[in-house]
């Protein structure tokens, strides 16, 4: 039974994850080039991630809301909800990592930080 758990996953659910990478890397890229430019500190990414896991339920959701629509509205709130929850979290994961990075990055450029030549 364990084995069976821990199996990897199949080629469906690789390719339902491409689409999400595509977007988070997309959306990192175009984060971190303000911040570079600009030196905006934003939250939008984080937003952002936060829709991302809301919508992300919707489609799992979408046969109960047209088969019973007068029942949805708390199923959608629940799991959209912990979705969106989910996605703030991941969020603010990729923002801590981006913020450290592009700050690090900017002090080994600036010669702040001595880093090792191979």
């Not at 994850?17 to 430019?37: K, M, N």
């Not at 500190?41 to 991630?49: P, R």
């Not at 929850?85 to 801590?96: D, K, M, P, Q, S």
Request: hydrophobic share 50%; proline share 8%; net charge positive.
């Amino acid at each position: 039974m364990l084995a069976e758990e821990l199996k990897p996953p199949d080629d469906e659910s690789r390719r339902r994850a491409v689409p999400l990478s595509f977007i988070a890397g997309w959306r990192t890229y175009v984060h971190a080039r303000r911040w570079l430019i600009v030196q905006k500190h934003s939250w939008d990414g984080v937003f952002e991630a936060a829709v991302c896991g809301f919508v992300c339920a919707l489609p799992i959701l979408a046969p109960g809301i047209v088969t019973q629509p007068a029942k949805a509205p708390p199923y959608i709130l629940v799991y959209g909800g912990l979705g969106a929850i989910i996605g703030l979290i991941v969020g603010l994961v990729l923002r801590t990592t981006a913020l450290l990075t592009l700050r690090l990055s900017r002090r080994v450029a600036a010669g702040v930080i001595d880093y090792p030549q191979p």
